[in-house]
């Protein structure tokens, strides 16, 4: 079984600073109303069901997935802004390039946001790609450069759709089994040229 370890938080904001958009419909849906959480914080535990993980399967092109859980922690900070930070595993199946076959993976990866109201977070996402400061609030105590807030939506963060979203973010788009190779130079005249997975797919499906 394969496994893949994102230790560090995903940044999921393009060259224009705008957050990748995410489905209208969550597979995997945790609503948490932020008016819920106390000064001291919240700690959540998720877990998708059988019919979540099916749906998740579906929609993001994996063979299964076999679990997806994430341990949470949501913090309040200066005004209506939180933090949503923790870990997510999951365990997938998804389809090798190379053999076609399916394979089991493991992943871990680092949850990091931060939320604030839709109007604040529309404001902040204009500063992606410029230097914010400390005295902005959007950069550790290191002076690194944090992604600007997302929004909070009818007064809610999505848990469950933020998990999923970076369970995509840490998929391999082009997953090999392991032990699984190809000769690079079979499938061009130029020995030097080394041929894209999409290429070697082809290959594959026109002598099947």
């Given at each position: 079984m394969k496994s893949r370890s994102d230790p560090s938080p995903?940044?999921?904001?393009?060259?224009?600073?705008?957050?990748?958009?995410?489905?209208?419909?969550?597979?995997?849906?945790?609503?948490?109303?932020?008016?819920?959480?106390?000064?001291?914080?919240?700690?959540?535990?998720?877990?998708?069901?059988?019919?979540?993980c099916a749906a998740i399967a579906r929609s993001d092109?994996?063979?299964?997935v076999a679990k997806l859980e994430a341990d949470l922690d949501v913090t309040r900070q200066a005004g209506m802004r939180f933090n949503v930070s923790g870990v997510l595993r999951a365990q997938v199946v998804q389809t090798c390039v190379v053999s076609l076959d399916p394979f089991e993976t493991k992943i871990r990866a680092d949850i990091d946001v931060d939320f604030a109201s839709a109007v604040e977070a529309a404001k902040l996402s204009g500063v992606v790609g410029t230097e914010i400061d400390a005295g902005d609030g959007w950069a550790d105590s290191f002076g690194v450069k944090?992604?600007?807030?997302?929004?909070?939506?009818?007064?809610?963060i999505?848990?469950?759709?933020?998990?999923?979203?970076?369970l995509?973010?840490?998929?391999?788009?082009?997953?090999?089994k392991p032990g699984a190779s190809f000769d690079e130079t079979g499938f061009s005249n130029n020995p030097l040229e080394k041929v894209s997975p999409f290429a070697v797919l082809k290959k594959l499906k026109e002598g099947s």
């Open positions: 995903r940044s999921r904001k393009g060259d224009a600073g705008n957050a990748e958009p995410r489905r209208q419909t969550a597979n995997f849906s945790r609503l948490l109303k932020v008016e819920d959480v106390p000064e001291t914080g919240i700690e959540v535990s998720l877990r998708a069901d059988e019919a979540e092109g994996l063979v299964a944090r992604d600007p807030p997302d929004p909070i939506i009818d007064g809610r999505d848990l469950g759709a933020l998990v999923e979203e970076f995509v973010l840490s998929l391999d788009p082009y997953p090999r």
